[in-house]
């Protein structure tokens, strides 16, 4: 028995027939079986490529795991970009700063007894004026979509940079404008939890140097899988929140935990945090990139 057609008529546009076709059995070989074969060799060719993509996407899960075994250090792509002209100062300023967040961030894993996590890799700056693509809800075709286009997104943004960026274990894009205002300067992130791809937008001039890889350190281990550590209100959770949840007096805290956005000084007092000095991991961060069971 082989697959044939019939064609059925129905109401097309504006009150018009048209007709389709739909799949029947029948018993008829019209073709001498040939049709069967190009339909076997489809078939196969399909069933190979979904079981090259099924492999991929196991083997990409079991390297993203394996990255929280600590077993080596994971190399750390920072992709600058800008999107229109910067001070002179700028990207200089954020690029010496690069070396003092990964001691930063080695400090806080030796506490841990893990040796030398991070390595940065500082691409560009390369110019780009289309800006990331953010999602536009929590659903699962908004997510998808989301997914598509930062893929397109960053896949461009890579072919700039004359790099080939895909064997990092991270992949963190700053995109960097000039600031706005000089009263009020902006920086934010997003990134995949649990992926490779994180992405921050900022004012940047040299003052912002540390704000900004303070923002990048954040996303990159969301991408680790580490959880936020502040309220709707944006405020630090407590205790998770905290650097020193057992400081005495606990406030004010000395460090800023690199899951909350600021470091608390008072029970209802935040202050955002300048300097790469001030960030710290928590326990609770800790447990959840894999430094501590």
């Known amino acids: 028995m ?8 129905g109401p ?28 076997k060799i489809r078939v196969a060719i399909l069933a190979t490529i979904l079981f090259g993509v099924a492999l991929y996407a196991v083997r990409d899960v079991r390297s993203r795991r394996a ?21 002179p100062d700028a990207v200089p300023a954020l690029k010496a700063q690069v070396p003092a967040l990964e001691a930063r961030l080695a400090s806080e894993a030796a506490r841990r007894d893990v040796r030398s996590p991070f390595s940065f ?6 110019e780009h004026r289309v800006p990331p693509p953010a999602p536009s809800g929590d659903g699962i075709a908004d997510l998808a979509a989301h997914a598509l286009a930062s893929y ?5 943004v890579d072919a700039k940079t004359g790099e080939s960026l895909s064997s ?16 009020r300067q902006v920086v934010e992130g997003v990134s995949e939890d649990g992926g490779r791809v994180g992405t921050v937008v900022v004012d940047l001039d040299a003052s912002m140097a540390d704000l900004a890889l303070i923002v990048v350190a954040h996303e990159l281990f969301h991408t680790l899988g580490a959880t936020d550590k502040y309220d709707e209100h944006g405020h630090a959770r407590v205790p998770e929140g905290l650097a020193e949840p057992g400081r005495v007096p606990l406030y004010p805290q000395r460090f800023a935990e690199i899951m909350a956005r600021n470091r608390p000084v008072g029970p209802a007092e935040e202050k955002v945090p300048l300097r790469i000095d001030e960030l710290a991991v928590g326990d609770l961060t800790a447990r959840e990139i894999g430094w501590a069971p």
């Open 168 to 183: 990092y274990d991270s992949r963190i894009y700053l995109v960097a404008h000039a600031p706005r205002s000089a009263d």
């Open 67 to 87: 990255r929280k075994d600590w077993e080596r250090t994971l190399s750390i792509a920072l992709v600058i970009v800008s999107d229109g002209p910067l001070a």
């Open 152 to 156: 397109r997104w960053t896949s461009d």
């Open 121 to 126: 890799h500082v691409v560009g700056p390369v």
């Open 2 to 9: 082989r697959l044939g057609h019939r064609a059925v008529n």
């Open 12 to 39: 097309g546009p504006r009150g018009r027939a048209f007709r389709y076709a739909e799949p029947v059995a029948t018993g008829e070989r019209r073709d001498g079986g040939g049709r069967g074969l190009f339909y």
